[in-house]
């Protein structure tokens, strides 16, 4: 799944004997007149420690700090494709492994949203339906219209508890899922009946699939060759959100993300010692096939492409996004963004109240421990270094990091892509697997995985 941050409400205790073996700490640097190879050789000790770790290993590692605009330190480790039966085909990762980066995906349609309003074809707080061709509402609050800030924003009302990926198969249209009557509508499932659209923060994959569907009918074209077209060339990215349309090279350096887990009778079941599982992007033994048939329509079912997920990109891809954003839209010289429109991404729409009366930043449990979402751009979101008894979006152990990014969550995969747009520093890192239930434990210090936090708190020292 796609889903990003509901895992985190999921929280579960841990005993003090795991908890003690995984909470070595992480930064341990408070002098800046290290020399740069003994600071670089001892976050590399960290984060192989890390990837190693017997109770919670890691099945690949691509990290990156970067510093006033420029890699600081980069390490990558463990494997992206894994032969259980003959070691000798496993594939190390490198810099050029691209794993799927889940929903940072969202970040990099927001990139494409930008282009097609420079362009004139979008409008942030017209009624949706205009560029849809059908009406969108929330039936309990059918007078108020969706715009595409409250999709960009997560306070649309939208909700996934009916999916939000309906493929060719199954002949559905948004219009069928999205509409009263419709043969494929949710009814209180799509949308939330309590939650006005613009009143309330939740984070949702539907609305990118919306979007993604808005951006198809105003343009003509299909959601991944637009958003090649308008975004992963202009920056000069390898990867994009169709792998079947990569070359043999890069297809070969797509990452397989893994877990040690398999399911009896309904029932996970971790073994950290056990082979790694496969999840998805196996394209080794199943190359890639295409999500849309030549008779599909561009503006009918934005889902099919995954724009809430789908994207694969290298680490250093993730950099020049980083850098684009942190020039204001300018990269290697070239304006791909004005400079309104990057102001606009970073923007602050939304911000917690702490009391969870404008927004649920719990995932989908209301009684799990503070969620890491405390503020929200377009397609943006802004950690607010929020720490204490429920815990937040701390992002490293010294505490200090006020940041802004996206973080990603599927299959096994985490990743992150977190700036500080004044120093414009920042961090980097994509896993391509976990081989342990990774709410064991619990993070030490904030709502994110432990092992999140070990690789981010190494890579710290590197970025300040």
Not at 10 to 20: D, H, I, K, V
Not at 198 to 205: I, L, T
């Given at each position: ?282 394209f080794v033994t199943s190359p890639p096939t295409s999500r849309a048939g030549d008779d599909y329509v561009p503006g009918t079912n934005g889902t099919l492409f995954g724009p809430q997920g789908n994207c694969r990109l290298t680490a250093q891809g993730l950099f020049r996004v980083m850098q684009l954003m942190t020039n204001e839209g300018e990269i290697d010289g070239k304006r791909v963004l004005t400079t309104a429109s990057v102001r606009a991404m970073m923007s602050r729409q939304w911000v917690d109240d702490e009391k969870g009366k404008n927004g649920n930043d719990r995932g989908e449990s209301a009684d799990g421990p503070a969620d890491t979402m405390n503020a929200w751009g377009l397609g943006v ?84």
């Amino acid at each position: 799944m796609d889903l990003m941050i509901s895992r985190r409400a999921m929280l579960a205790a841990t005993t003090a004997a795991s908890l003690a073996l995984l909470q070595t700490r992480a930064y341990g640097f408070t002098e800046r007149n290290m020399t740069t190879s003994t600071l670089a050789d001892e976050i590399l000790a960290q984060l192989r420690a890390t990837v190693d770790d017997v109770a919670m290993p890691l099945a690949s590692l691509a990290a990156i700090a970067v510093r006033e605009g420029k890699v600081s330190f980069e390490a990558y480790l463990g494997r992206r494709y894994i032969d259980s039966a003959n070691p000798a085909l496993d594939r190390p990762v490198d810099a050029n492994t691209l794993f799927r980066i889940a929903s940072i995906s969202k970040l990099m349609v927001t990139l494409g949203v930008m282009r097609l309003l420079e362009e004139g074809k979008l409008n942030l707080d017209a009624d949706a339906s205009e560029f849809l061709g059908f009406t969108l509402r929330n039936p309990s609050f059918a007078d108020r219209p969706i715009t595409l800030r409250m999709m960009l924003s997560h306070t649309s009302s939208m909700r996934d508890d009916a999916g939000y990926f309906f493929d060719s198969k199954s002949g559905l249209t948004l219009a069928d899922v999205l509409s009263p009557g419709g043969k494929g509508f949710g009814a209180g499932k799509m949308w939330s009946p309590d939650a006005a659209p613009g009143d309330f923060f939740q984070y949702a994959n539907l609305p990118w699939g919306v979007i993604g569907t808005m951006m198809e009918r105003v343009t003509g074209e299909r959601f991944d060759r637009l958003m090649q077209t308008r975004v992963i060339d202009p920056i000069g990215l390898v990867g994009g959100f169709s792998p079947v349309a990569f070359s043999p090279e890069v297809l070969g350096n797509v990452a397989t993300l893994y877990r040690k887990r398999t399911e009896e009778n309904g029932k996970e079941i971790w073994n950290p010692a056990g082979p790694w599982v496969p999840q998805v992007d196996d394209f080794v033994t199943s190359p890639p096939t295409s999500r849309a048939g030549d008779d599909y329509v561009p503006g009918t079912n934005g889902t099919l492409f995954g724009p809430q997920g789908n994207c694969r990109l290298t680490a250093q891809g993730l950099f020049r996004v980083m850098q684009l954003m942190t020039n204001e839209g300018e990269i290697d010289g070239k304006r791909v963004l004005t400079t309104a429109s990057v102001r606009a991404m970073m923007s602050r729409q939304w911000v917690d109240d702490e009391k969870g009366k404008n927004g649920n930043d719990r995932g989908e449990s209301a009684d799990g421990p503070a969620d890491t979402m405390n503020a929200w751009g377009l397609g943006v979101q802004h950690f607010m270094d929020r720490t204490g008894p429920g815990r937040g979006d701390r992002m490293v152990e010294p505490g200090g990091f006020l940041a802004s990014g996206h973080l990603g969550e599927a299959y096994g995969l985490t990743s992150l892509m977190a700036f500080d747009p004044a120093s414009r520093s920042g961090l980097i890192f994509l896993v391509g697997g976990v081989g342990a239930d990774p709410f064991l434990p619990a993070g030490t210090y904030s709502s994110f995985f432990r092992y999140e936090e070990r690789i981010m708190s190494a890579l710290y020292p590197a970025m300040k």
